[in-house]
């Protein structure tokens, strides 16, 4: 009943910036929480940054806290991960993630979109 799309990703240099977006459709009042995960071939998924859909909680990965900003556009059914002093470490695929309401696992989940950080 939801549906994710991601958009944004690119090729940037070290240092530079970046944000994604993640765009939502179906029923956004069964939302409890979103979240951005990122992968790297032949790695496991790494959870990077959640936000409560209601009351805007934040979470963060060490890895990523200071450099990145998850925040929600509830009017217009999206996500966005502002991503600032891009590291080669940070390449991966970015994934936006829904976890519903009495849900203990991220269930619905787009189709990523690639951020590549040259050094």
């Known amino acids: 009943q939801v549906q994710l799309v991601e958009s944004g990703g690119g090729l940037v240099q070290a240092g530079d910036s970046l944000r994604l977006s993640c765009t939502i459709s179906?029923?956004?009042?069964?939302?409890?929480?979103m979240g951005w995960f990122r992968q790297v071939p032949g790695k496991e998924r790494e959870f990077v940054a959640r936000i409560t859909w209601n009351g805007g909680s934040t979470n963060y990965a060490e890895s990523v806290k200071g450099r990145f900003t998850i925040s929600r556009d509830n009017a217009k059914n999206t996500i966005y991960l502002q991503m600032d002093s891009l590291k080669s470490e940070d390449t991966a695929v970015y994934y936006c993630?829904?976890?519903?309401?009495?849900?203990?696992?991220?269930?619905?989940w787009g189709q990523g979109t690639q951020v590549t950080v040259s050094s």
């Open positions: 179906g029923h956004t009042f069964t939302i409890s929480t």
């Open positions: 993630a829904v976890r519903r309401i009495m849900r203990a696992n991220y269930d619905y």
